[in-house]
């Protein structure tokens, strides 16, 4: 058994005293009006009299029903589920006897409340067992106590505790409020793999029956009394900004309380690296129903004038950096012409190894590709929205919101008060994929209420939430490949940029693989803010990657999947260079994986078929795409998918999540694009930005999983980036044609090349 | 502002209100009915649909003044318990993942499978092509739609 020392969450299983009589008390709870549903969804559930917290995560009743607090904000990956089923299984409970329920903000008893970057599970994946196996360790001592006998000599098991020589037998309930009195161990044990019951075994939903009930769960569905309805007017083209307002008109219609402007920053603010806001001078509107502010938000008037360039330092995760924000009215056209220019010159070189220069002056023929993908908007289903009550110098928020922590410091600044006094709820959100992890909407929700002086839930329109984005950048990349007399690869170079980011991973496949290698980037500044997207960067560099080295497969006359299982074997055995970030091992596995539950064959001519494979997240995907044509338009008729994340906490939870992001891919490469004209998003709404629906999305999911006993990596991003690969190389081989740039469909005629 | 008898999941509601705004936000805003979710506010994206009488409708499109004598039901109304064989069968195919679109899917479903209890690919596909998941979960609303149909009390 591993023992694990308990003061890497020590802070959590610090209790609160005050509470020494049980019962856990929340801050404050804003959706009371879901305690009716959960009461008659747990009717079969006898409700405890009276609660003992064994620490910031759990409590148990007196009847052992057991309430487990989840620490991070949901978005659909289903962690309010797996989570608790950490806790749950070192605490060893029968599954049916958990309650589950959303922990509010607090970072000193639920550490980093972060949702994204496919961090939640492999972050939790300690602190969350090791809450549950110190609460059983308590409930094993308190046994031993009051039964006095050895500690040793207690099991406890499916919430029951016994003693095998006296035969005493006690439920979890029976001895919570002699245990909750107990010193935390300093050390405990974790179960080993081979011995969870509960993990690894497939768990519904715990909110299931709130969602298909339409339960007020998300933050768009708040209602307080007194509340008041806001909506944001930002500036019609990114370079712009408020010049004046007259909201006069506005003001005198039905509803209508009151028209502010707000600014989301004090003057000399330093900001962290998601205070990303491309308009931070803003009209509000205050009413008393979203109907009537959106009638009243057509009859502002208000002026708007271009920005000036400027530049900013950024406490950035990497430490400070300097972002250089252009004026101008930027268009998409522009866009790809400087791009064109930049990627005609030598970028920065990143990683060089070997003669790079050399083996492509001595090559027998050059492979050289160029793809290029546009920007992208998140269109969560769910547009942004917060609740804010400000009241003296203490704010009351919910919101739907991924990374809490980080808009703390920017909510204290702007409305001039502590930290300490601001309380935070997090309920579900409806979609995030990066989105929600850059909260000024937070922050205008807390200006607003503070200049109104009331409980406001600011709204952002479906038009607010596209046109105020904080997108997927536009990237382009170059691959050149060098083969020799005898078509043997001797070089690979990729050169690739983006505006204003580059999406380049210099230390990733296929390097370490190949003796002379050069990875070069390039960047080009805009004010058009951008920021993660369910898998930032690897969502473009997969696609690219993985479709030319089906083409460099082909050259060479090899099978695209045996083709990427040489170069493993070359970067295991004897990988070039150290700075390699991935394992050869894990990266073959899923290739092997899907070969062999897609019924792969070499130069099978009978299906239209694409393969790709990428790591990202710590995790390893990869996919088989099979399509037809049907009246010109692809038809995904399957896609079978191999991953490894390590141990699967809730199988079809994860398949589920791999099956979105497959759904998600497809859609994106074949439709997913914004572009601008004069700093105008070219798109304000569904009927403009096609988003994947039924009729397109893939008849067949087929989510196979590595089996092994490594601690959890990424699951929510890791099956999204390989699809554009698996995608341009499938429409090839329906086609004919090689497909470079993304969107791959459009409704003029297809841009390829 | 008008007066509106509104008859809402069996219930005959009263409310003082613009004749133009949307039933989404009547229900939303003033009758408490959150389940109905805003989307697009444009019919795009299916989010909001509720049943118009036996009908699957986009209630951001549908002023308050065009309802009528017509009942009107939400998901809050679709089942007593939360036990319509469409709910059941969304449980069991385990189909969310944020679950923002669900309520939409469950009524467009529903409304399906009361017209046509034993739908193909093709009819399923054409129904539901109004409604966007963003989480990309139509497989499983496929599945769980071939589970509901013909089950009792559709
Ligand atoms: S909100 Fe009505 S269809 Fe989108
Ligand atoms: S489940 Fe998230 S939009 Fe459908």
Redesign the interface.
């Given at each position: 058994m591993t023992k694990i020392n308990t003061h890497i969450g020590r802070r959590a299983f610090i209790r609160n005293t005050s509470l020494a009589s049980g019962g856990l008390v929340l801050g404050f709870s804003f959706l009371n009006?879901c305690k009716p549903e959960q009461a008659?969804e747990t009717a079969g559930m006898e409700m405890p009299k009276e609660w003992f917290e064994m620490n910031s995560y759990l409590k148990i009743g007196d009847n052992g029903i057991v309430t487990i607090y989840t620490p991070n904000p949901?978005?659909?990956?289903?962690i309010r589920t797996s989570m608790p089923m950490l806790v749950a299984e070192e605490l060893d409970v029968d599954w049916k006897n958990v309650l589950v329920e959303q922990a509010p903000y607090h970072s000193e008893k639920y550490g980093f409340q972060f949702t994204g970057g496919s961090r939640g599970i492999s972050a939790r994946w300690q602190p969350l067992r090791m809450a549950g196996a110190t609460a059983r360790h308590m409930l094993k001592e308190a046994a031993a106590q009051t039964w006095q006998v050895p500690v040793e000599e207690i099991i406890a098991e499916a919430g029951v505790l016994q003693h095998a020589a006296t035969k005493k037998s006690a439920g979890y309930g029976e001895m919570a409020s002699v245990a909750a009195t107990l010193d935390v161990p300093e050390e405990v044990q974790l179960k080993e793999v081979k011995d969870f019951k509960l993990i690894s075994s497939s768990q519904?939903?715990v909110?299931?029956?709130r969602?298909?009930?339409?339960?007020?769960?998300?933050g768009?569905?708040l209602?307080k009394e007194g509340m008041l309805?806001a909506m944001i007017v930002h500036p019609p083209a990114f370079g712009m900004t408020l010049k004046s307002v007259d909201g006069e008109t506005a003001k005198a219609m039905?509803g209508i309380q009151d028209v502010v402007t707000i600014k989301s920053f004090k003057d000399g603010f330093e900001k962290g690296g998601f205070d990303t806001n491309a308009f931070p001078e803003l009209v509000a509107i205050v009413g008393n129903?979203?109907?009537?502010v959106m009638q009243a938000k057509k009859k502002l008037n208000v002026e708007w004038q271009p920005t000036s360039a400027f530049s900013e330092t950024i406490a950035g995760f990497r430490g400070k950096e300097t972002r250089n924000v252009p004026a101008g009215l930027e268009s998409t056209t522009a866009h790809k012409a400087q791009m064109e220019i930049l990627a005609a010159k030598p970028g920065k070189i990143v990683r060089k190894d070997g003669s790079p220069e050399a083996a492509f002056k001595n090559a027998a023929k050059i492979v050289e590709r160029s793809y290029s993908a546009p920007f992208l908007a998140h269109?969560?289903?769910?547009?942004l929205n917060a609740f804010a009550h400000v009241e003296g110098d203490k704010v009351k928020i919910a919101a739907p919101i991924q990374i809490p922590a980080f808009i703390i410091p920017t909510i204290a600044s702007s409305l001039g008060i502590s930290q300490e006094n601001i309380e935070m709820e997090m309920p579900?959100?409806?979609?995030?994929?990066g989105r929600k992890a850059y909260a000024h909407f937070v922050v205008e929700a807390a200006l607003i209420s503070q200049k109104v002086n009331a409980p406001i839930k600011l709204?952002y329109?479906?038009e607010d939430d596209l046109t105020n984005g904080i997108y997927r950048p536009a990237y382009q990349a170059t691959y050149r490949a060098a083969l020799d007399e005898n078509n043997k690869l001797t070089a690979l170079h990729v050169k690739a940029g983006g505006v204003p980011e580059s999406p380049l991973f210099a230390n990733r496949f296929p390097a370490g693989a190949i003796d002379n290698y050069m990875a070069e980037e390039w960047t080009i500044d805009s004010n058009i803010t951008i920021g993660a997207f369910r898998a930032p960067r690897s969502n473009f560099m997969a696609g690219a990657e993985q479709a030319f080295l089906d083409e460099v497969a082909e050259a060479m006359d090899k099978d695209p999947i045996q083709f990427r299982l040489d170069l493993l074997k070359r970067a295991k055995e004897n990988p070039v260079g150290e700075a390699n970030e991935y394992d050869a091992d894990r990266y073959a596995g899923v290739l092997e994986l899907v070969r062999e539950k897609s019924d792969w064959k070499e130069n099978d001519t009978t299906l239209h078929r694409g393969v790709s494979a990428y790591f990202c997240h710590n995790s390893y995907a990869a996919h088989v795409l099979d399509l037809r044509m049907e009246n010109g338009k692809p038809v995904v008729e399957k896609v079978c998918c191999a991953i490894d994340c390590g141990v699967v906490v809730n199988p079809?939870?994860a398949t589920?999540?791999a099956?979105?992001?497959?759904?998600?891919g497809v859609?994106n490469a074949l439709f997913g694009e914004l572009t601008f004209e004069d700093g105008v998003p070219q798109k304000n709404?569904?009927?403009q930005y096609q988003?994947?629906?039924?009729?397109e999305?893939?008849?067949?999911?087929d989510v196979h999983f590595v089996q092994n006993e490594i601690d959890p990596t990424g699951m929510g991003e890791p099956p999204f980036p390989p699809v554009f690969g698996a995608m341009a190389n499938a429409l090839y081989k329906a086609t004919g044609t090689r497909y470079y740039k993304q969107p791959f469909i459009t409704d003029k005629p297809p841009l390829v090349g | 502002m008008a007066n509106f008898n509104l008859k809402i999941n069996g219930k005959t509601q009263v409310v003082d209100i613009d004749p133009t705004t949307p039933m989404l936000w009547v229900l939303r805003d003033h009758l408490k009915l959150v389940g109905t979710k805003y989307g697009c506010g444009i019919a795009q994206c299916g989010a909001c649909t509720v049943h118009l009488g036996d009908n699957a409708v986009r209630s951001c499109q549908l002023p308050v003044s065009a309802v009528g004598e017509q009942e009107i039901t939400t998901i809050e109304g679709l089942s007593e318990n939360g036990d319509h064989p469409v709910q059941n069968a969304w449980m069991e195919i385990d189909v969310p993942q944020c679950g923002y679109c669900q309520a939409g899917q469950i009524m467009s479903a529903s409304a399906l499978l009361k017209r046509n209890p034993n739908p193909s690919d093709e009819e399923i596909e054409s129904a539901m092509n109004g409604n966007i998941c963003r989480c990309g979960t139509y497989t499983r609303i496929k599945k769980a739609i071939k589970t509901a149909a013909n089950t009792e009390g559709v």
């Amino acid at each position: 058994m591993t023992k694990i020392n308990t003061h890497i969450g020590r802070r959590a299983f610090i209790r609160n005293t005050s509470l020494a009589s049980g019962g856990l008390v929340l801050g404050f709870s804003f959706l009371n009006s879901c305690k009716p549903e959960q009461a008659k969804e747990t009717a079969g559930m006898e409700m405890p009299k009276e609660w003992f917290e064994m620490n910031s995560y759990l409590k148990i009743g007196d009847n052992g029903i057991v309430t487990i607090y989840t620490p991070n904000p949901e978005f659909g990956q289903n962690i309010r589920t797996s989570m608790p089923m950490l806790v749950a299984e070192e605490l060893d409970v029968d599954w049916k006897n958990v309650l589950v329920e959303q922990a509010p903000y607090h970072s000193e008893k639920y550490g980093f409340q972060f949702t994204g970057g496919s961090r939640g599970i492999s972050a939790r994946w300690q602190p969350l067992r090791m809450a549950g196996a110190t609460a059983r360790h308590m409930l094993k001592e308190a046994a031993a106590q009051t039964w006095q006998v050895p500690v040793e000599e207690i099991i406890a098991e499916a919430g029951v505790l016994q003693h095998a020589a006296t035969k005493k037998s006690a439920g979890y309930g029976e001895m919570a409020s002699v245990a909750a009195t107990l010193d935390v161990p300093e050390e405990v044990q974790l179960k080993e793999v081979k011995d969870f019951k509960l993990i690894s075994s497939s768990q519904k939903n715990v909110d299931a029956k709130r969602i298909v009930t339409g339960a007020p769960l998300f933050g768009m569905d708040l209602q307080k009394e007194g509340m008041l309805i806001a909506m944001i007017v930002h500036p019609p083209a990114f370079g712009m900004t408020l010049k004046s307002v007259d909201g006069e008109t506005a003001k005198a219609m039905p509803g209508i309380q009151d028209v502010v402007t707000i600014k989301s920053f004090k003057d000399g603010f330093e900001k962290g690296g998601f205070d990303t806001n491309a308009f931070p001078e803003l009209v509000a509107i205050v009413g008393n129903s979203t109907w009537e502010v959106m009638q009243a938000k057509k009859k502002l008037n208000v002026e708007w004038q271009p920005t000036s360039a400027f530049s900013e330092t950024i406490a950035g995760f990497r430490g400070k950096e300097t972002r250089n924000v252009p004026a101008g009215l930027e268009s998409t056209t522009a866009h790809k012409a400087q791009m064109e220019i930049l990627a005609a010159k030598p970028g920065k070189i990143v990683r060089k190894d070997g003669s790079p220069e050399a083996a492509f002056k001595n090559a027998a023929k050059i492979v050289e590709r160029s793809y290029s993908a546009p920007f992208l908007a998140h269109n969560s289903m769910e547009p942004l929205n917060a609740f804010a009550h400000v009241e003296g110098d203490k704010v009351k928020i919910a919101a739907p919101i991924q990374i809490p922590a980080f808009i703390i410091p920017t909510i204290a600044s702007s409305l001039g008060i502590s930290q300490e006094n601001i309380e935070m709820e997090m309920p579900r959100m409806g979609g995030g994929f990066g989105r929600k992890a850059y909260a000024h909407f937070v922050v205008e929700a807390a200006l607003i209420s503070q200049k109104v002086n009331a409980p406001i839930k600011l709204v952002y329109s479906r038009e607010d939430d596209l046109t105020n984005g904080i997108y997927r950048p536009a990237y382009q990349a170059t691959y050149r490949a060098a083969l020799d007399e005898n078509n043997k690869l001797t070089a690979l170079h990729v050169k690739a940029g983006g505006v204003p980011e580059s999406p380049l991973f210099a230390n990733r496949f296929p390097a370490g693989a190949i003796d002379n290698y050069m990875a070069e980037e390039w960047t080009i500044d805009s004010n058009i803010t951008i920021g993660a997207f369910r898998a930032p960067r690897s969502n473009f560099m997969a696609g690219a990657e993985q479709a030319f080295l089906d083409e460099v497969a082909e050259a060479m006359d090899k099978d695209p999947i045996q083709f990427r299982l040489d170069l493993l074997k070359r970067a295991k055995e004897n990988p070039v260079g150290e700075a390699n970030e991935y394992d050869a091992d894990r990266y073959a596995g899923v290739l092997e994986l899907v070969r062999e539950k897609s019924d792969w064959k070499e130069n099978d001519t009978t299906l239209h078929r694409g393969v790709s494979a990428y790591f990202c997240h710590n995790s390893y995907a990869a996919h088989v795409l099979d399509l037809r044509m049907e009246n010109g338009k692809p038809v995904v008729e399957k896609v079978c998918c191999a991953i490894d994340c390590g141990v699967v906490v809730n199988p079809d939870a994860a398949t589920n999540m791999a099956e979105g992001a497959i759904t998600d891919g497809v859609g994106n490469a074949l439709f997913g694009e914004l572009t601008f004209e004069d700093g105008v998003p070219q798109k304000n709404n569904f009927h403009q930005y096609q988003m994947i629906r039924m009729k397109e999305a893939p008849n067949e999911i087929d989510v196979h999983f590595v089996q092994n006993e490594i601690d959890p990596t990424g699951m929510g991003e890791p099956p999204f980036p390989p699809v554009f690969g698996a995608m341009a190389n499938a429409l090839y081989k329906a086609t004919g044609t090689r497909y470079y740039k993304q969107p791959f469909i459009t409704d003029k005629p297809p841009l390829v090349g | 502002m008008a007066n509106f008898n509104l008859k809402i999941n069996g219930k005959t509601q009263v409310v003082d209100i613009d004749p133009t705004t949307p039933m989404l936000w009547v229900l939303r805003d003033h009758l408490k009915l959150v389940g109905t979710k805003y989307g697009c506010g444009i019919a795009q994206c299916g989010a909001c649909t509720v049943h118009l009488g036996d009908n699957a409708v986009r209630s951001c499109q549908l002023p308050v003044s065009a309802v009528g004598e017509q009942e009107i039901t939400t998901i809050e109304g679709l089942s007593e318990n939360g036990d319509h064989p469409v709910q059941n069968a969304w449980m069991e195919i385990d189909v969310p993942q944020c679950g923002y679109c669900q309520a939409g899917q469950i009524m467009s479903a529903s409304a399906l499978l009361k017209r046509n209890p034993n739908p193909s690919d093709e009819e399923i596909e054409s129904a539901m092509n109004g409604n966007i998941c963003r989480c990309g979960t139509y497989t499983r609303i496929k599945k769980a739609i071939k589970t509901a149909a013909n089950t009792e009390g559709v």
